[in-house]
Nanobody
Framework: QVQLVESGGGSVQPGGSLKLSCAPV?????????WGWFRQTPEKKREAVAT???????DYADSVKGRFTISADNAKNTVYLQMNNLKPEDTAMYYC??????????????????WGQGTQVTVSS
């Protein structure tokens, strides 16, 4: 069973930056896997913000394009989410997720089988 752990959340003023990290407690045993970052609030269901596939291909939600960057260090089994120019509407619990599926829809919550417990990001003045 894969257990993921996120870190890097916190409180920041609008326009500020944060970098989130996520890694499994133990190294992945499977060779191919993809990552996703999702966020959720009490008012909105969980939604994808950024994903990166096995080939390094990335997808972003329209709301974060140009501001967020997802990257992965395969040697460290670690995924990152650099968040710049943060806005109050970015406030949410952020979750990382992983999938070992070879075919999937990158931005779909149901494509991911393993999740972290979340890290809170709060953007306010």
């Amino acid at each position: 069973q894969v257990q993921l752990v996120e870190s890097g959340g916190g409180s920041v003023q609008p326009g500020g930056s944060l970098k989130l990290s996520c890694a499994p407690v133990s190294e992945f045993t499977d060779d191919s896997y993809s990552w996703g970052w999702f966020r959720q609030t009490p008012e909105k269901k969980r939604e994808a913000v950024a994903t990166i596939g096995t080939a390094g291909n990335t997808d972003y939600a329209d709301s974060v394009k140009g501001r967020f960057t997802i990257s992965a260090d395969n040697a460290k089994n670690t995924v990152y989410l650099q968040m710049n120019n943060l806005k109050p509407e970015d406030t949410a619990m952020y979750y990382c997720a992983a999938t070992f599926r070879m075919t999937y829809s990158p931005l779909a919550v149901k494509s991911y089988d393993y999740w972290g417990q979340g890290t809170q990001v709060t953007v306010s003045s």
